[in-house]
Nanobody
Framework: QLQLVESGGGLVQPGGSLRLSCTASGFNLDYYSIGWFRQAPGKEPEGVSCISSSDGSANYADSVKGRFTISRDNAKNTVYLQMNSLKPEDTSVYYC????????????????WGQGTQVTVSS
């Protein structure tokens, strides 16, 4: 069964850091582009970052550029999202998703989704 599992969420103070992990089971992430998305209550899903399967190139939403870094470790079948300088407005449920096509911040183009992990930034 194809499955994505996110981990690493939690409560952090403003200015702090978290690293989210997205681990795949049942399929090889080497062949998939991976996106990170977030959705706060009452809001539309927002693309945060994505990384290509072909050359590892990455893209970021303007709201997280310079603070978040996406990376992949194909040997561990895992993609990471390092989040630094966190702000209260980063509070959301974060999801990872996989697509066999191009890396994109458009959530509707992804085929497989994890269950999400809660990130709360608060003092």
């Amino acid at each position: 069964q194809l499955q994505l599992v996110e981990s690493g969420g939690g409560l952090v103070q403003p200015g702090g850091s978290l690293r989210l992990s997205c681990t795949a089971s049942g399929f090889n992430l080497d062949y998939y582009s991976i996106g990170w998305f977030r959705q706060a209550p009452g809001k539309e899903p927002e693309g945060v970052s994505c990384i290509s399967s072909s050359d590892g190139s990455a893209n970021y939403a303007d709201s997280v550029k310079g603070r978040f870094t996406i990376s992949r470790d194909n040997a561990k079948n895992t993609v990471y999202l390092q989040m630094n300088s966190l702000k209260p407005e980063d509070t959301s449920v974060y999801y990872c998703a996989a697509t066999s096509t191009i890396a994109t911040l458009i959530w509707g183009l992804y085929d497989y989704w994890g269950q999400g992990t809660q990130v709360t930034v608060s003092s």
